[in-house]
């Protein structure tokens, strides 16, 4: 597609629920990042894919976070048994190669736990 | 997480004023990034710096890539409604590869 599109654009969930935030990157693009944005804050790293791979999940804050890119395209964040401290902004970003180059980022995904 | 010290933090102008802000860090960086974030959107690339002492221009736009490579500014030339956002530095390390935020510039305008 034209541009990085993320779904849903807003989620509700109840602490404890698990979550799946959707990112559809530009279409050939390799590389495929995660970001988390508190409210006030700069965006912070989760991941990092390239194509299908997994190459850096350092930023991912719990074991309750889990990245996938099965076909290296689309790729989902879930977050599992969600508390309130989860509550941000989920952005997606991808790029047509390397992660040396200015990111396109998605219009995020908020999330709310409640 | 880490982030990077930016300022300042927000910032209100007269339209058609010049506004700078900057961006520093205690770790080295080979690639500086500056970002504007309108309101549920996500950041847009304004300018990417690769080379130290790097001066690059973008419309109204200029940055600069410290001699240091700790360091970063934007400035913005002649300010209209529009650069109404809040902008973001962003720096990558060398085989680190991830970017770094800084908090943010709120600019706001007076019309």
């Known amino acids: 597609g034209a541009g990085v599109s993320q779904s849903p654009r807003y989620k509700v969930a109840k602490r404890g629920q698990d979550v799946a935030l959707r990112c559809d990157p530009i279409?050939?693009?390799?590389?495929l990042f995660w970001y988390q944005q508190a409210l006030g804050q700069g965006p912070e790293f989760l991941t990092y894919?390239?194509?299908?791979?997994?190459?850096?999940k350092s930023g991912l804050p719990s074991d309750r976070f889990f990245a996938e890119r099965p076909e290296g395209s689309v790729s989902t964040l879930k977050i599992q048994r969600t508390q309130q401290e989860d509550s941000a902004v989920y952005l997606c970003?991808?790029?047509?190669?390397?992660?040396?180059?200015?990111?396109?980022f998605g219009s995020g995904t908020r999330l709310t736990v409640v | 997480g880490q982030q990077l010290n930016q300022s300042p933090q927000s910032m209100f102008i007269q339209e058609g004023e010049d506004v700078s802000m900057n961006c520093t860090s205690s770790?080295?960086?080979?690639?500086w990034l500056w970002y504007k974030q309108d309101p549920g959107e996500g950041p847009v690339l304004l300018i990417a710096l690769y080379k130290a002492g790097e001066l690059t221009s973008n419309g109204r736009l200029t940055a600069q890539f410290g001699i240091t490579r700790k360091d970063s500014f934007l400035n913005i030339s002649a300010s209209i409604p529009s650069d109404v956002g809040i902008y973001f530095c962003?720096?990558?390390?060398?085989?680190?590869?991830?970017?770094?935020f800084g908090k943010g510039t709120k600019l706001s305008v007076k019309p």
């Open positions: 962003a720096g990558r390390g060398g085989s680190q590869g991830n970017l770094i």
């Open positions: 970003a991808s790029t047509l190669r390397d992660r040396n180059y200015g990111y396109t």
């Open positions: 279409s050939g693009h390799v590389s």
């Open positions: 770790s080295i960086f080979n690639t």
């Open positions: 894919f390239q194509n299908e791979a997994q190459l850096d």
